[in-house]
């Protein structure tokens, strides 16, 4: 077997139990209960077998991460394996003595989410009351307890226009940097784009916000900031390209090429209860379907950038297509762009309708991302 380059990077979602109910969530809407859930066991070999295949940090996120009780052993693992951890948590179970615990075994950085600036709206959004006066306390005990902190804001059409004092917000808190992530659109996200996608106008307006606070915090604060797919013009390399840099495993186990992979409902994914992490980042169908640029179509196949950006990103166009193997249509030279660009106009210039909230009791039948987008010529569906 040819040795392929290690991964950088695992994300290890270890539930998708969460006591917040964002409706941009990234987990695929069909939420894994707690019953099939990996055990402790099972995760400490994970994170064994990541060290051993060459990964150097480890991600431990969700759901939410603090919702299990044996994530502290979990990190002690990771520390002990010499990953780099970092804890990517809505931050709303987290008490004094768990954050210094924690810190104790060998975290090394939190990334807390934040909804908004001000706490109705931030509630609201996040679908938990009391939850941003929560996550203010926590952003302080992690600077208290000395560990390194990154703000992630979750920006989307009900709250971009809240961005400057969002950013005002990371500042006070004594953040290191801020991700100013537009959401992406798959999983509940897709379900509830209409809600969400922001108008050009507003992202041209957020765009400027962020350029003068990148001015205004130098040296300060780092603030890393992408243009939502909806409106580039050149898609992202998403993951680093498909099988190259990052691998994920699900709370059941399954091993992902990325969060979102399971919306591709035409790919099988391993478990690391039947195979090696190692076996499957070598050498499964589905890491393989869309590694390096052979399976392109054209106009990738023949483009000088289809080892930068590696085509994009296959769940998106999965999600707009209905077939992972099309160029991204976010690039400008899809054939499908001006679909793309249709769908930006007509979902964000409607209502916008309520949200519907991830949580257990809303999981739909069918997701929409099973449902490729139909728009006649005339842009109606
Ligand atoms: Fe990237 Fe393909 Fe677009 Fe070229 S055609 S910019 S490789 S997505
Ligand atoms: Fe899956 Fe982009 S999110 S490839």
């Known amino acids: 077997m040819t040795?392929?380059?290690?991964?950088?990077?695992?994300?290890?979602?270890?539930?998708?139990?969460?006591p917040l109910q964002c409706p941009y969530c990234s987990n695929p809407v069909a939420l894994e209960r707690a019953a099939g859930e990996l055990g402790t066991d099972d995760w400490c070999r994970v994170i064994a077998e990541a060290a051993d295949l060459g990964v150097m940090q480890i991600h431990f996120s969700g759901?939410?991460?603090?919702?299990?009780?044996?994530?502290?052993?979990?990190?002690?693992?990771?520390?002990k394996c010499g990953l780099y951890s970092n804890l990517i948590t809505s931050a709303v179970l987290l008490t004094e003595e768990r954050m210094n615990r924690l810190r104790d075994l060998g975290l090394d950085h939190?990334?807390?989410?934040?909804?908004?600036?001000?706490?109705?709206?931030?509630?609201?959004?996040?679908?938990?009351?009391?939850?941003?006066?929560?996550?203010?306390?926590?952003?302080?005990?992690?600077?208290?307890?000395?560990?390194?902190?990154?703000?992630?804001?979750?920006?989307?059409r009900q709250?971009?226009?809240?961005?400057?004092?969002?950013?005002?917000?990371?500042?006070?808190?004594?953040?290191?940097?801020?991700?100013?992530a537009h959401v992406q659109y798959y999983g509940w996200a897709y379900e509830n784009r209409a809600a969400l996608l922001p108008n050009r106008a507003q992202l041209d307006r957020a765009t400027a916000t962020v350029e003068a606070a990148r001015e205004r915090l130098k040296g300060r604060v780092v603030i890393d900031y992408v243009v939502p797919d909806y409106y580039a013009r050149r898609p992202k390399a998403c993951m680093g390209g498909w099988g190259r840099r990052f691998l994920n495993v699900s709370p059941s186990g399954k091993v992902l090429p990325c969060h979102a992979a399971e919306t591709i409902t035409d790919l099988e994914f391993e478990s690391v209860t039947a195979r090696s992490l190692a076996e499957i980042w070598e050498s499964s169908p589905a890491f393989e379907r869309f590694r390096g640029t052979e399976w392109m179509?054209?106009?990738?196949?023949?483009c000088d950038r289809r080892e930068l950006d590696w085509g994009g990103c296959r769940c998106q166009a999965f999600a707009i297509t209905g077939d992972a193997a099309q160029t991204d249509p976010a690039c400008g030279l899809s054939p499908h762009h001006d679909l793309m660009l249709s769908l930006a106009a007509r979902e964000s210039g409607r209502g916008p309708p309520d949200f519907v909230y991830r949580n257990y009791g809303n999981i739909p039948e069918t997701p929409a991302t099973a449902r490729p987008e139909v728009l006649l010529p005339d842009g109606s569906e």
């Open 3 to 18: 040795r392929r380059d290690p991964p950088l990077a695992l994300l290890a979602e270890v539930t998708h139990r969460c």
């Open 63 to 79: 759901g939410e991460p603090l919702a299990r009780k044996d994530l502290e052993t979990m990190v002690e693992q990771a520390a």
């Open 110 to 156: 939190v990334q807390i989410s934040f909804q908004d600036s001000a706490a109705a709206s931030g509630d609201r959004i996040g679908g938990y009351r009391g939850g941003h006066a929560k996550k203010l306390g926590a952003a302080r005990l992690v600077r208290a307890a000395g560990l390194p902190l990154t703000l992630n804001l979750v920006v989307h």
């Open 159 to 180: 709250n971009l226009d809240n961005l400057e004092a969002m950013l005002g917000m990371a500042e006070a808190l004594d953040a290191h940097r801020v991700e100013v």
């Open 297 to 302: 179509p054209e106009p990738c196949r023949s």
